[in-house]
C-alpha cells in the first residue's frame, strides 16, 4: 500500500502485531503480573484492529487485479515466495475484531497460566490473519497447519472435563485433512515443472503461486482435476465441517473455553469455505462441472444443512446445541458457493461473515451464563429474562440474528442463498428451506426454555446481568448485525468483481441436457481461470 509516496506493507504490519505483541510478552512479562498481561495482549489486538481499518476504506470497489500486494523471494531454489494480497478483506478485518473479543471475554474466564493463554491467543490471531493473506500456497499451507497447534493446547489446557479427548481429536482430524490437502499441493508443483505419473510436466519454473498454479491447474486433463479436486475437497471440508466430516466440531466447541469458542465458529470454521472459493472454484472448473462431482458436494451440503437442524433439536448442553447449528448454517454456505453463479456466490461469502458474528456472539453469551452457573445444560435454567433482561435481550437479538429475521444480517446471506440456488435447482432451494425452518425452532425452543416462565431454580434467583466489559464484547457484533441487515450494499461491492471473476471460470458454464449429451461442449478460455484468482 503507497501512502503519500510511501510504501507500507500494511498486511504484513496487520499479520505481524500480534505475533510481536505474544514476544513481548513472553520474554518481558513476569507470569505473576497477570494484569499487566491482559493489558498489553488488550492493547496489541486493538492496535491491530485500528490498523487493519484502513484496508476497508482504500480497497478499491470495482477495480481488477491484486490489492495491497506484498511480495519477496523467500525460497528461490523451490519458487517459493512470500506474497501476500488483501483479496480477503472482510475475513481478515472479521479476524482482528475477534482478536479483541476474544482477549476481552477471557478476563474473568481464565484464572491459571494466564501468560500462556494470552500468548497463544495472539499467536493464532497471526496465523489466521496470514492464511487468509497468502498469495503463494507453501506459505499459504505453513499458516494453515501451524494454525492448529494454539488452538490445540487452549482447548487442551484451558478446556471443560473432556478437554483433552477434543483437543486431540480436532487436531487428528483437520491434520489429516491438512496431509491430504499437501498432496494435492506437491501435485500441482510437479505437474507444473517435471510431471509424474502418466502425466508429462509442463517444464515450467518451480513455483506455489496461487496465480499460476491456478492456471495450471485449470488446463489439467478432466480425470486429474478431479483427483486432486477431492484432495483439496477432504482439508478444506474437513475445515468447515460438512457432514459427514463434522463430528469433531461438537466436542471441540463444548470443551473449548469461550475464547477458544467464538474462535472457532467465527473464523477457524471459515477457512475451509474460504478454501473452496479462493481454491477449488477457480483452480478445478472442469471438475466441479462434472456432474456427479458437483452432485456430490451439493448432496453433503443439503444433508448437513437438515441433519445439522435435526440434530440440533434434541440437544441438551446450549453450547453443543449452537454447535450443531454451525454444521446447519455452514451448509448452506457450501450450498450458496456451488450454485456456481452471482447470488449464491456472493451470499454464500456473505453468510460467512454473517456466521462468524452471530454464531460467535452465541458462544460468547453462553459463555457469560456458564461463568455464573458453572453448567450448561438447558434444564437447570428458566425464567432468567425477569433476573437478566439485558442479557436476554442481546440474547434474543443474535439469536433472531441467526435464525435470519429480516433487518438482520442472517437474512440477507439467507435469501442471498436460496435465491441463487433456486436459479439453480428448485428442490435445492427447498430442501434447504426447511434447515431454516428447523432452525427458527430450535433456537425459538432454546430460548423459551432458558428466558421463559418463572425461576424454578433457586441459583438462578441472584444473578447479575451483564457487565458494562461483557456488554462492551458484544455491542459490536449487534451493530454489525443490524449494519448488514439494513444496509448491505458495501459488503456486496466488495465482493462483486470477485465474484464475477469465479462465476465466468465456473459457474458461466452449463451442464448439457441430456438431449445435448452428445454435442461437444464449447471450449473454456484458458485466461478466465488466471481471472478467477483476481478480486
Request: net charge neutral; with cysteine; aromatic share 14%.
Amino acid at each position: 500500500m503507497h501512502l503519500m509516496g510511501i510504501w507500507i506493507p500494511i498486511l504484513s504490519i496487520v499479520t505481524y502485531i500480534p505475533l510481536a505483541g505474544a514476544l513481548a510478552v513472553v520474554f518481558f512479562v513476569p507470569k505473576e503480573r497477570t494484569g499487566a498481561i491482559q493489558a498489553i495482549s488488550t492493547v496489541i489486538v486493538l492496535v491491530d484492529f485500528v490498523v487493519s481499518l484502513p484496508l476497508w476504506f482504500l480497497f478499491e470497489r470495482g477495480r481488477e487485479g491484486y490489492q495491497f500486494v506484498e511480495k519477496l523471494s523467500w525460497i528461490p531454489s523451490l519458487g517459493v515466495d512470500y506474497h501476500f494480497d488483501g483479496i480477503s478483506l472482510l475475513l481478515i478485518l472479521l479476524t482482528t475484531l475477534i482478536g479483541i473479543i476474544a482477549v476481552a471475554c477471557s478476563y474473568t474466564a481464565i484464572s491459571t497460566r494466564q501468560k500462556e493463554y494470552y500468548v497463544l491467543l495472539l499467536l493464532l490471531q497471526t496465523f489466521m490473519i496470514g492464511t487468509f493473506c497468502s498469495l503463494d500456497l507453501f506459505l499459504f499451507y505453513v499458516f494453515w497447519e501451524v494454525m492448529l497447534v494454539p488452538m490445540y493446547f487452549l482447548i487442551g489446557v484451558w478446556g471443560s472435563d473432556r478437554r483433552l479427548y477434543a483437543a486431540i481429536k480436532f487436531f487428528l482430524y483437520t491434520l489429516a485433512g491438512s496431509v491430504l490437502m499437501l498432496l494435492g499441493i506437491i501435485a500441482l508443483y510437479f505437474y507444473n515443472t517435471t510431471g509424474f505419473h502418466s502425466y508429462k510436466g509442463l517444464g515450467q519454473p518451480p513455483t506455489f503461486s496461487i496465480e499460476k498454479l491456478t492456471a495450471v491447474a485449470a488446463g489439467m486433463p478432466a480425470e486429474l482435476q478431479i483427483w486432486l479436486f477431492f484432495a483439496f475437497f477432504f482439508g478444506f471440508a474437513i475445515k468447515v465441517p460438512m457432514f459427514p466430516f463434522h463430528t469433531w466440531l461438537p466436542d471441540a466447541h463444548t470443551e473449548a473455553p469461550t475464547a477458544g469458542s467464538v474462535i472457532l465458529a467465527a473464523i477457524l470454521l471459515k477457512m475451509g469455505t474460504y478454501g473452496f472459493v479462493r481454491f477449488s472454484l477457480p483452480m478445478f472448473p472442469d471438475a466441479i462441472n462434472t456432474g456427479w462431482v458437483l452432485a456430490v458436494v451439493i448432496t453433503l451440503s443439503i444433508v448437513g444443512i437438515v441433519y445439522g437442524a435435526m440434530v440440533t433439536l434434541v440437544q441438551k448442553d446450549m453450547k453443543r446445541l449452537i454447535a450443531y447449528s454451525s454444521v446447519s448454517h455452514l451448509g448452506f454456505v457450501m450450498l450458496g458457493v456451488f450454485a456456481l453463479n452471482m447470488a449464491g456466490l456472493q451470499g454464500g461469502i456473505l453468510q460467512m461473515v454473517n456466521h462468524g458474528i452471530s454464531t460467535g456472539a452465541l458462544f460468547l453469551l453462553v459463555g457469560m451464563i456458564y461463568e455464573r452457573r458453572h453448567t450448561r445444560m438447558i434444564s437447570e435454567y428458566g425464567g432468567l429474562a425477569r433476573q437478566m433482561p439485558i442479557y436476554a435481550t442481546y440474547f434474543l437479538i443474535m439469536a433472531l440474528s441467526s435464525m435470519g429475521l429480516p433487518i438482520l444480517n442472517g437474512f440477507i446471506g439467507e435469501f442471498t442463498i436460496l435465491q441463487g440456488a433456486f436459479a439453480k435447482n428448485f428442490w435445492w432451494a427447498f430442501s434447504a428451506a426447511t434447515g431454516i425452518v428447523l432452525g427458527a425452532a430450535y433456537l425459538l425452543w432454546l430460548y423459551q426454555r432458558v428466558f421463559f416462565g418463572e425461576i424454578t431454580n433457586p441459583a438462578n434467583a441472584t444473578l447479575p446481568d451483564l457487565t458494562a466489559r461483557e456488554q462492551l464484547t458484544l455491542v459490536p457484533l449487534v451493530v454489525l448485525a443490524l449494519w448488514i441487515g439494513l444496509y448491505p450494499k458495501p459488503m456486496f461491492d466488495v465482493l462483486r468483481v470477485p465474484s464475477e471473476k469465479i462465476v465466468a471460470a465456473v459457474g458461466g458454464r452449463t451442464l448439457p441436457s441430456p438431449a445435448l449429451a452428445r454435442k461437444p461442449a464449447p471450449e473454456r478460455d484458458p485466461s478466465l481461470a488466471v481471472e478467477a484468482s483476481r478480486p
